[in-house]
C-alpha cells in the first residue's frame, strides 16, 4: 500500500508559479511511475504530467509543456510539479498517482494508476 498526500496549492495570479509536492508513505515510491491529474468542476480528469522510475523519463500534456515540470526525489519519497507562467485555465484540483506499468502511453491513463492522493486545490485569477 502507497499513500499520498499533496501540498503546496493555493490561489495565484495569472503568470505566477506554485510547486506542489506528492509525499508518499509506506512502500517506496522508487518501486512505482508517477503521474498528476487534474479535474475540474464539470470536466474530465486530464493527464498532466509522469515521470518514470528513476526520472528518466518524463511525460507532459502539450497545454502545459514549457511550464510545468515534473521531477522526484527518490531518497525523499516525494514527487514534485512546479508550475510555471500559470494560467487561468490551470486552475483544477490536482493529484498524483503512483502507476506500475512504466510504458508512456500507459502513464496518460488514469486507469493504469494503483494508487491516488486527496487531490489540492489550484485557482488561477486573470
Known amino acids: 500500500q502507497v499513500q499520498l498526500v499533496e501540498s503546496g496549492g493555493g490561489l495565484v495570479q495569472a503568470g505566477g508559479s506554485l510547486r506542489l509536492s506528492c509525499a508518499a508513505s509506506?512502500?517506496?515510491?522508487?518501486?512505482?511511475?508517477m503521474g498528476w491529474f487534474r479535474q475540474s468542476p464539470g470536466k474530465e480528469r486530464e493527464f498532466v504530467a509522469a515521470?518514470?522510475?528513476?526520472?528518466?523519463?518524463?511525460y507532459y500534456v502539450d497545454s502545459v509543456k514549457g511550464r510545468f515540470t515534473i521531477s522526484r526525489d527518490n531518497a525523499k519519497n516525494t514527487v514534485y510539479l512546479q508550475m510555471n507562467s500559470l494560467k487561468p485555465e490551470d486552475t483544477a484540483a490536482y493529484y498524483c498517482?503512483?502507476?506500475?506499468?512504466?510504458?508512456?502511453?500507459?502513464?496518460?491513463?488514469?486507469?493504469?494508476?494503483?494508487?491516488w492522493g486527496q487531490g489540492t486545490q489550484v485557482t488561477v485569477s486573470s
Open positions: 498517482a503512483a502507476s506500475p506499468f512504466g510504458r508512456p502511453e500507459d502513464l496518460r491513463i488514469g486507469a493504469r494508476y494503483a494508487y
Open positions: 509506506g512502500r517506496t515510491l522508487s518501486s512505482y511511475a
Open positions: 515521470i518514470s522510475l528513476r526520472g528518466g523519463n518524463t
